[in-house]
């Protein structure tokens, strides 16, 4: 079992940034992918960037060259940078990651961005 734990949201205005962070119960240097999801109410959860081992993140169009996934290994944490926010970007956060040995994905409990204009 792995734990992930996020913090970081809360509410900011247009043009603002926040970063949040993603603590996991288990070493993110042998994940094969962490990623940064985020849900709005009635709305399907869609992908906001993910980190794929040996790979390049990939990032959703609607983030490109606003958002920045970074990590600090020793720390187990996983970060999401978001500047330039926008009031569509309001929504639940929730970290993921899976790891090699391990069967599916795990999730945070997320945590809410709200961005008022």
């Known amino acids: 079992q792995v734990q992930l734990v996020e913090s970081g949201g809360g509410l900011v205005q247009a043009g603002g940034s926040l970063k949040l962070s993603c603590v996991a119960s288990?070493?993110?240097?042998?994940?094969?992918?962490m990623g940064w999801y985020r849900q709005e109410p009635g709305k399907q959860r869609e992908l906001v960037a993910r980190?794929?081992?040996?790979?390049?993140?990939h990032y959703a169009d609607s983030v490109k060259g606003r958002f920045t996934v970074s990590r600090d290994n020793a720390k187990n944490t996983f970060y999401l940078q978001m500047n330039n926010l926008k009031p569509e970007d309001t929504a639940v956060y929730y970290c993921?990651?899976?790891?090699?040995?391990?069967?599916?994905?795990?999730w945070g409990q997320g945590t809410q961005v709200t961005v008022s204009s």
């Open positions: 288990r070493s993110i240097d042998s994940a094969y992918s």
């Open positions: 980190a794929i081992s040996g790979e390049e993140t």
């Open positions: 993921q990651g899976d790891w090699y040995g391990l069967l599916g994905d795990y």
